[in-house]
């Protein structure tokens, strides 16, 4: 099928491309367009070449699963396609509506003129899956805007709407309105007086007031140190920074040349294809493998019981996508905070220009508090997010049962209980299921879709499309203790504590941690989050309790993290900042003595292992049972929900990128030294010993345990 539409008006060629959904530049593509460029070069009657695009998108960049195919000597690429307009004679314009990204924005770079629509947006981010743009982007970019602002947009990989993008110099010139018809004036306009503009021909400044070219070692000294480094995240934004160094220092072939070699080496590379794995498995999270198709239901209406930290965060996801919520808090002090927390979010999205006072009112307005369960009543969907106490939470769902009317659905946002047990007590479970949204919910962009034994397809499809709305990556979890994510960190404590009651230092740990690219470590995350949390958790599951008796002392002594001042650290009045404490490692020593465990020595390797393959162990027992659907679902709860460093893929993608045999070799070793907790999980063993790996694990169906 072909996927350029070919059209003439006045000597002007009109290609439209048409690949739906965003138009990707695939190879299949290029191949097409490519003789399409050369034919309008040959056409004498052919004055001028506007590019358009279909779909609602001018393009939303290269096809990413064509970057794990490799090229055959026939293959063609946006890159031959923008080499031949290079070449070219005619003059081109880019008319853009709606997205210009990636490869969309590299073609409109190798014309001579860009117009969009106001509601457009163009950027370049392919930074995002570990790459640098491939297609000229590092080279043309710096010689329209300037080598510093364009190395500041591909590095953040920004998508700048079109009045912004005009106003940096990216586009020409923007319009409501037909923007081909647009393209088509300005292109008549620029045959009438100059007719080229290639940005080849330009030389790229630093755009830095008061600085020359002379300065560019300095500049790019600086962009180095202020990203990540090379073999923690960085790998990609330091290459993309000496494409941009080409871009200003050498001829405009040459730098071409530059920017294919390095973007060749990126493709390659394991961070790039982590985070490709990343991209793809979050495209995967709403198909359910056995789901019978099922129309999801209208949620127009939503209710949220317990307006604390949670609720009120889960209320303002509503608000922000246009749902009105009410929300039920019987304490006035509460619900007084709760308000302040709505309204201040608000108020810092104006006073950061990200939203207007009309908008931040309107959604300011759509969030109700109240102390009476009735005005519930017409509402699609209710969440509860009360104390984490079995009764309260019981007593709550009988109450709403009585009042929601019967088509609405009841979901409870618990991080530890049993959604079965809850959705028994009312005459809807199939209309039941939890939905594990993570602090700040606002913010946090995973959710765990948690169904229950009696949960209906309908209320699962329901969740899922009601996941898309809120913009929150939903991952289908069963009901298993602690969900996909809670359950795995459970492990990963489990090893965290063993370590610090055999004599390595919290701050080691979580230095080992954060090297290998978590956000923060595990005795800061335990700081944060509180450990009265934690030792709540172990009072109703004692087979949570550690070998050593020290979270209860630290319970005990009032040390719960960042809430009290000290925990595993301590902290300054103001200040997150955490700072190493003595006196809690001597806690710990006496609490490990007293346990009978003796210190040991423990390398950064091991401490590595400990944790990370903690988490793979586990992750491998919840797909075997069905909790988990796919290995990229635990890898985007993990990086989404817990900081996992998206480079490494996720637990499961790290397991193959290190090799699944080598983790489980190193599992029996600690099983064999550290005791039973590391049984190698069944499916582990099993891809071990076949040589396979996790991604070509297929999931089961949909089970209903
Ligand atoms: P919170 O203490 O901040 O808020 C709970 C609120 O519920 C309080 O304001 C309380 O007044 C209200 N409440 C109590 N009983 C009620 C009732 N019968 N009717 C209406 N309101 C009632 O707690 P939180 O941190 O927001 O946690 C709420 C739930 O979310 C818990 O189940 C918790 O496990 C879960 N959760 C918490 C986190 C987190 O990081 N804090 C993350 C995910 C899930």
Redesign the pocket.
């Known amino acids: 099928m072909s996927q350029i539409v070919t059209a003439d008006r006045d000597g002007i060629r009109i290609l439209t491309l048409d690949n739906p959904p965003v138009n990707a530049l695939s190879f299949a593509l290029s191949a097409e367009l490519l003789p399409l460029v050369r034919a309008a070069e040959d056409d004498a009657n052919v004055r001028a070449v506007i590019f358009s695009g279909a779909n609602g998108i001018f393009s939303g960049g290269a096809d990413v699963n064509d970057f794990a195919t490799e090229p055959t000597p026939e293959t063609k690429t946006i890159r031959d396609v923008i080499a031949a307009i290079e070449r070219g004679k005619k003059t081109y314009v880019a008319a853009i509506d709606g997205n210009a990204l990636g490869g969309g924005l590299e073609l409109s770079l190798a014309c001579d003129y860009r117009i969009a629509t106001t509601r457009s947006k163009v950027g370049l981010p392919e930074i995002k899956l570990g790459l640098l743009p491939g297609a000229g982007g590092t080279q043309r970019l710096p010689r329209l805007i300037g080598a510093q602002a364009a190395m500041q947009m591909m590095l953040k990989g920004e998508s700048v709407a079109a009045d912004e993008a005009k106003k940096r110099g990216v586009l020409d010139e923007v319009v409501e309105g037909n923007v081909v018809d647009a393209a088509f004036g300005l292109a008549c306009r620029a045959l009438e007086k100059e007719p080229k503009r290639r940005l080849s021909q330009r030389q790229a400044e630093l755009g830095i007031p008061g600085l020359t070219a002379n300065a560019l070692p300095f500049v790019a000294a600086q962009a180095h140190k202020m990203v990540p480094p090379e073999d923690n995240g960085g790998f990609a934004a330091h290459k993309l920074i000496d494409a941009v160094e080409a871009a200003v220092e050498l001829p405009f072939g040459r730098g071409i040349a530059r920017e294919a070699r390095l973007f060749d080496e990126l493709v390659r590379s394991a961070p790039s294809a982590a985070l490709r794995h990343v991209f793809f498995a979050e495209r995967e999270l709403g198909k359910i493998p056995g789901l019978p198709a099922a129309e999801p239901m209208k949620i127009e209406r939503a209710g949220v019981?317990?307006?604390?930290?949670?609720?009120t965060g889960i209320a303002i996801t509503f608000a922000n996508a246009g749902i009105p919520v009410t929300v039920?808090?019987?304490?006035d002090e509460?619900t007084e905070r709760g308000k302040q927390m709505v309204f201040g979010m608000y108020m810092n999205q104006v006073q950061k220009g990200r939203m207007t006072q009309e908008e931040a009112w309107k959604r300011g307005q759509s969030v109700v508090y109240t102390d009476d369960y009735a005005e519930l009543a017409d509402c699609d969907v209710v969440i509860e997010?009360?104390?984490?106490n079995m009764d309260?939470?019981k007593?709550?769902f009988k109450k709403l049962d009585g009042i929601v009317k019967p088509s609405a659905i009841l979901a409870?946002?618990?991080?530890?209980?049993d959604v079965d047990e809850m959705a028994a007590v009312t005459q809807r479970p199939e209309q039941f299921l939890g939905l594990?949204?993570?602090?700040p919910a606002n913010i946090m962009q995973l959710l765990e879709i948690v169904r229950g034994k009696r949960t209906s397809p309908q209320t699962l499809a329901t969740a899922i499309a009601l996941g898309k709305t809120l913009r929150k990556k939903g991952v289908v979890s069963g009901n298993e203790f602690g969900f996909i994510g809670n359950r795995m960190l459970f492990d990963y404590s489990r090893e965290a504590m063993a370590l610090a009651e055999e004599g390595v230092p919290p701050y080691r740990i979580d230095a080992v941690m954060k090297d290998f690219g978590f956000a923060m470590g595990p005795f800061a995350m335990f700081d944060l989050?509180g450990l009265d949390?934690f030792w709540h958790i172990q009072q109703a599951k004692t087979e949570m309790k550690g070998r050593s008796n020290i979270v209860d002392r630290m319970y005990r002594e009032k040390r719960i993290g960042q809430k009290s001042g000290k925990g595993f650290y301590r902290y300054e009045k103001g200040n997150r900042e955490p700072i190493r404490d003595e006196e809690a490692e001597k806690i710990l020593a006496e609490e490990a003595a007293a346990a009978g465990i003796a210190p040991r020595e423990a390398g950064d390797d091991e401490i590595r292992k400990r944790l990370v393959y903690a988490l793979v162990n586990v992750g491998a027992d919840l797909l075997a049972r069905g909790v988990a659907l796919r290995p990229g679902d635990i890898d985007i709860v993990y990086v989404y929900g817990y900081g996992f460093p998206p480079h490494h893929g996720g637990p499961m993608w790290y397991a193959d990128e290190v090799g699944v045999k080598s983790v489980y070799d190193d599992v029996l070793r600690f099983q064999k030294e550290f005791g039973d907790q590391w049984r190698p999980a069944p499916l582990l063993a099993e891809i071990a010993q076949s040589g396979g790996t996790f991604a070509a694990y297929t999931s089961k169906e949909l089970v209903h345990a």
């Open positions: 019981v317990g307006g604390g930290l949670m609720g039920v808090e019987p304490s509460a997010a009360v104390f984490e309260v939470k007593d709550v409870t946002n618990t991080s530890t209980l594990h949204f993570f602090a989050s949390v």
